[in-house]
């Protein structure tokens, strides 16, 4: 598995065009690999995600994928011609050594959602039933990824207050809508930043290759570590 990033010069038209589409985005990303690549497979699959900086000045194009990408077009369109750097990095490193017990800072930006069983509703509305709806409130979405730490291997860790709950920021709170198939896909998107416990290896290995939850071909789903300060 590699990790990659490239800057995203956000002063180009077709870069902003980029960042407002994630079909567009996930093409491009798709076009980083020749077509006998690997894309999808037990050793991981192709994972991106857009992080901003709080400031506005920078945005970064985060990729991991089993095999190492080519970001030329990417940054012709949307980068700086004049100088055409990303970075590629061997990941196999940092995965391979993950351990029972081990701390972590990481960013997660994902698609908080769930399958309607029962119209809750005020109003009832029997069509919302059986279809994936986003969850749209903070809590929802913390919730959510609570539930889904421990089939992935790890434990939120808890504020230094007892009682309070994770020490996670819900950020980057959106619902994005673009044009995919001739209709409109609609995603409720979220970036959850907080510290994070192993508490099973190998499932928290295959979540850092294979990602969690939906939307992973739209930006979703990349989960990213780094050592807590």
């Not at 490193?93 to 119209?119: C, T, Y």
């Not at 209709?183 to 928290?204: E, H, I, N, S, Y």
């Amino acid at each position: 598995m590699y990790i990659s990033r490239m800057p995203l010069n956000t002063a180009r038209y077709a870069a902003k065009q980029l960042i407002a589409s994630p079909y567009r985005l996930h093409a491009a990303v798709e076009k980083s690999f020749p077509p006998s690549a690997v894309r999808s497979g037990d050793e991981g699959r192709i994972l991106w995600r857009l992080d901003f900086s709080r400031d506005g000045d920078s945005t970064w194009l985060y990729v991991v994928s089993p095999e190492r990408p080519d970001f030329t077009h990417i940054v012709e369109q949307a980068g700086w011609p004049t100088r055409a750097e990303w970075e590629v990095k061997d990941y196999e490193p940092l995965i391979s050594h993950i351990a029972k017990g081990q701390e972590w800072a990481f960013r997660l930006r994902a698609n908080p959602a769930r399958q309607v069983h029962m119209d809750k509703g005020r109003r009832s509305d029997h069509a919302v039933v059986g279809k994936v709806m986003g969850h749209v409130t903070a809590d929802y979405q913390l919730s959510w990824l609570e539930k889904r730490s421990e089939r992935n291997g790890f434990a939120l860790l808890g504020s230094s207050e007892e009682n309070h709950g994770p020490s996670c920021l819900v950020s980057e709170r959106r619902k994005e809508q673009f044009a995919h198939g001739g209709g409109k896909v609609t995603l409720v998107t979220a970036q959850f930043d907080g510290q994070l416990r192993v508490t099973d290896a190998q499932a928290f290995q295959r979540c850092l290759r294979q990602g969690i939850g939906r939307a992973k071909s739209f930006g979703c789903g990349l989960l990213t570590v780094a050592p807590i300060r």
